[in-house]
């Protein structure tokens, strides 16, 4: 999918829809510094441990989610955010329906 319109007004949680049993994803915008992308995770639906070469910024924009980096656990809900530190595992569950906003930042 395209990513969004520029200089336009954006209801995030309004651009990418809940799909039952996964995981949806869309890419909002992508450049050279990093890219930010919207998610919709169905209740009970995980991304499992993973490490990424960038901080990623996690700011839940609807329902609750367990994101645990390096095995401490973080439980967010609707306008809560952690940043994930670069290389460290991270693991990211809903414990509802929940919708990300994640902002990757490349150094």
């Given at each position: 999918?395209?990513?969004?319109?520029?200089?336009?007004?954006?209801h995030?949680a309004?651009?990418v829809a809940?799909?039952?049993?996964?995981?949806?994803?869309?890419?909002i915008?992508?450049?050279?510094?990093?890219?930010?992308t919207?998610?919709?995770?169905?209740?009970?639906q995980?991304?499992?441990?993973?490490?990424?070469p960038?901080?990623?910024?996690?700011?839940v924009?609807?329902?609750?989610?367990?994101?645990k980096?390096s095995?401490?656990?973080?439980?967010?809900?609707?306008?809560?955010?952690?940043?994930m530190?670069?290389g460290?595992?991270?693991?990211?569950?809903a414990l509802t329906?929940?919708?990300?906003?994640?902002?990757?930042?490349?150094?």
């Open positions: 999918m395209a990513t969004a319109p520029k200089s336009e007004i954006l995030m309004d651009l809940y799909n039952d049993g996964s995981v949806v994803s869309r890419q915008t992508k450049a050279d510094a990093g890219n930010v919207l998610f919709a995770f169905d209740k009970e995980e991304l499992s441990e993973h490490t990424a960038y901080d990623a910024l996690a700011h924009l609807d329902g609750e989610t367990e994101i980096i095995g401490k656990p973080f439980h967010l809900k609707t306008g809560d955010a952690v940043i530190p670069a460290e595992p991270h693991a990211v569950k329906r929940f919708k990300m906003l994640l902002t990757m930042i490349r150094k």
